[in-house]
C-alpha cells in the first residue's frame, strides 16, 4: 500500500513560484507513474504533469508547459513539481497520484481511474 504526501502549497502573488512535493512511503514509489492534478470548485480534476517510473519522461499540460517542472528523486522516494511564472489561473487544490501503469497512450496519461494511490492535496491560491 503506497502512502503519498503533498507539501509546499500556498499563496504567491503572480509571476511568482512554489515547488511542490510528493513524498511516498509504504511502499516503493520509484516503480510507480506520478501524475500531478489539480482541482478548483465546481470542476474535474485537471492532468497538469506526469513522470514515468521506468526512463522519467515528462509529459505537461499545454497551460503548464514551459512554466512547471515535473521530476523524481528516488534517493528521497519524492517527486516534485516546480511551478514558476504562476498566473491566477493556476489556483487550485494540486494532488499527486500514482499508477503502476507506465506505458501509455497520450490521449490516457490523465485517466484518474488509471491511478490507484492518491494524495490528500496542497492548496495552491495565486493572486493576481
Known amino acids: 500500500q503506497l502512502h503519498l504526501v503533498e507539501s509546499g502549497g500556498g499563496l504567491v502573488q503572480s509571476g511568482g513560484s512554489l515547488r511542490l512535493s510528493c513524498a511516498g512511503s509504504g511502499d516503493t514509489v520509484d516503480y510507480y507513474a506520478i501524475a500531478w492534478f489539480r482541482q478548483v470548485p465546481g470542476k474535474g480534476r485537471e492532468g497538469v504533469s506526469r513522470?514515468?517510473?521506468?526512463?522519467?519522461?515528462?509529459y505537461y499540460a499545454d497551460s503548464v508547459k514551459g512554466r512547471f517542472t515535473i521530476s523524481r528523486d528516488n534517493t528521497r522516494h519524492t517527486i516534485y513539481l516546480q511551478m514558476d511564472n504562476l498566473k491566477p489561473e493556476d489556483t487550485g487544490v494540486y494532488y499527486c497520484?500514482?499508477?503502476?501503469?507506465?506505458?501509455?497512450?497520450?490521449?490516457?496519461?490523465?485517466?484518474?481511474?488509471?491511478?490507484?494511490?492518491w494524495g490528500q492535496g496542497t492548496q495552491v491560491t495565486v493572486s493576481s
Open positions: 497520484a500514482a499508477t503502476i501503469i507506465d506505458f501509455v497512450p497520450e490521449t490516457s496519461l490523465f485517466r484518474a481511474q488509471d491511478y490507484d494511490y
Open positions: 513522470i514515468s517510473s521506468s526512463d522519467d519522461s515528462t
